[in-house]
Structures are given as structure tokens and as C-alpha cells.
């Protein structure tokens, strides 16, 4: 199996992993500078850094490589690890760097007006990829968002047919209370990593009581990010996206100390009595 073939696939179909690579031996090691293993998000792996003890070593570590999405070099000392005698030791030390391999983060926006042409500009750039989803197609199109790779001009197309993952970024910034209130109630129960509600924190509590009646579980809606953005005092269209950008950035990033700006359960109980 060519490895780099199977990584350009596991991307492409959303998958994650990690690439374990040898960068450097020193002595008598039973493989070879550059020799890498493959471990994917299911455990399976492909091409080999050795065997034994070594390669159990990497493959554990290697999980958690996928989960902080963060690299890791590491050192074995062959020659003092009693440990490392199965097989596997010829004497010398073995170094290899383990790395994530993540999909492209993709970004639907909900919504085709004027903060979400600025978002999608701003967010492409920063490595996302883009789709749109609204349901006037003077609003949908490759003319408003050239870097589109995917645009929906009907709701029920886009839920239909798009498959959130772990990689997805689902960003609601629709023209009203209706669509906004149809895109949350599929998003939350989605896999997404992200789901973002433009709005004032009203708003998004009046959703949320709307969508409450309707039989939805509040409970749900604490995963979202509402209203969406970091708060830096963003006005104008363009530094709303930029305060939308940094925020999926930091999500992304795994940022740590990022503000989750969920409203809380007991803050739509509270309008029951304003």
C-alpha cells in the first residue's frame, strides 16, 4: 500500500490519523531512516516502523497524536530497554516523530448574505474550505463565493445530501428566525465539531424556546456556540468575520482557555419570567 496515496484518501473521505516516521537511528536498528507506519482513528495501521515493543509504543502514542491533533517525537534507547528484547533490538537508538493527519476542516455557511461572503473570504484563507447553503439562488452561487467547493440551493438538498464529521464547522447565519430555528435542530445532531449562531443572546434564547416546544432536548443546544465570535467589539460585516474566523481557529486549534459562550439552560428558564 502506498501510504501517502492512503493519507490523500483518508482526508478526502474526512478520516483521521497519524504518521509515524523514522528521522533518525543511531547503531544497529532492524529498519531503516524514513520507514513509516500509518496508524488510523479506527487503530488499524499500514507500513511498520519496526515491530515489537516499539512499534506497540507508537501505535499507543499515536492515539493520542489524533486526539490533541498535536506531534510528538519519540526516544528509545535500545540498548538499556530489557524491554525492547523481543525481537526487535539489534542496539542503538531509534527516534521517530508521530504526526496528525487531519482532514481539511470544512465550513458550511448557513446563510448567503453580506457577514457570510466576509466569513467565507476571511475563513478560506485561514485553510478552510467552504460551502454555502440558502435557499435564493442569487445568494448561492459561484459569482457571490468562488471558493466554493459545495453550494445548496434548497435546505432539504444540503441536509440531505451533507455528512457532518469531526472536521465540519456548521455556521448559522441565515435571514430569519425560521430557517435559523430548521438549520440548529438538524445541526445538533450532527457530529460537527463546531456549530455556530449568528445573534443576540435574546435571539438565541428565543430559539431555543421555540425549538424547546417543538419537542427538541435544550440540553442539545449547550454544544453550540451562540451568539457566535469572539467578543472584540466587532461591528461592520468584515470584523464580524474576524472575530468569527479566530473563533473557529481557536476550536480548531484545540486554543486552550477559549471561551465557550453557550447560553445556559438556566438562562432560557429565566425569560419564561422577564
Not at 531503516?32 to 482513528?41: C, G, Q, T, V
Not at 492515539?63 to 506531534?71: A, N, T
Not at 428565543?206 to 417543538?214: D, F, R, T
Amino acid at each position: 500500500m502506498d501510504l501517502f496515496e492512503e493519507i490523500v484518501r483518508m482526508r478526502r473521505a474526512g478520516q483521521r490519523g497519524a504518521l509515524a516516521t523514522i528521522v533518525h537511528t543511531n547503531g544497529s536498528i532492524p529498519s531503516y531512516e524514513s520507514s513509516r507506519m500509518l496508524i488510523r482513528d479506527d487503530g488499524t495501521i499500514a507500513g511498520t516502523v519496526g515491530g515489537g515493543c516499539v512499534e506497540a509504543e507508537v501505535w499507543a502514542a499515536a492515539k493520542d497524536v489524533i486526539q490533541k491533533e498535536q506531534p510528538r517525537k519519540m526516544t528509545f534507547n535500545l540498548n538499556h530497554e530489557a524491554a525492547y528484547d523481543a525481537g526487535l533490538i539489534c542496539g542503538g537508538t531509534l527516534e521517530i516523530f508521530v504526526e496528525p493527519i487531519l482532514p481539511q476542516p470544512m465550513l458550511y455557511l448557513f446563510g448567503g448574505g453580506h457577514v457570510s461572503t466576509a466569513v467565507a473570504r476571511v475563513a478560506h484563507q485561514a485553510g478552510f474550505a467552504i460551502g454555502i447553503v440558502d435557499d435564493r439562488e442569487a445568494f448561492a452561487n459561484l459569482d457571490r463565493f468562488p471558493m466554493a467547493s459545495e453550494i445548496y440551493s434548497t435546505y432539504e438538498d444540503a441536509f440531505a445530501k451533507i455528512r457532518p464529521n469531526p472536521s465540519s464547522y456548521l455556521l448559522i447565519v441565515t435571514r430569519g428566525h425560521k430557517d435559523d430555528m430548521r438549520v440548529l435542530a438538524w445541526a445538533v445532531d450532527t457530529p460537527a465539531r463546531y456549530i455556530g449562531m449568528i445573534g443576540s443572546k435574546r435571539k438565541v434564547i428565543s430559539v431555543y424556546k421555540a425549538l424547546e416546544k417543538e419537542g427538541h432536548d435544550l440540553e442539545k443546544f449547550e454544544r453550540v456556540h451562540a451568539p457566535v465570535g469572539l467578543d472584540i467589539g466587532a461591528l461592520a460585516p468584515e470584523e464580524i468575520a474576524v472575530s468569527i474566523a479566530a473563533e473557529l481557529i481557536a476550536v480548531r486549534r484545540n486554543a486552550p482557555n477559549l471561551p465557550h459562550k453557550a447560553v445556559r439552560l438556566s438562562d432560557v428558564a429565566s425569560l419564561q419570567h422577564d
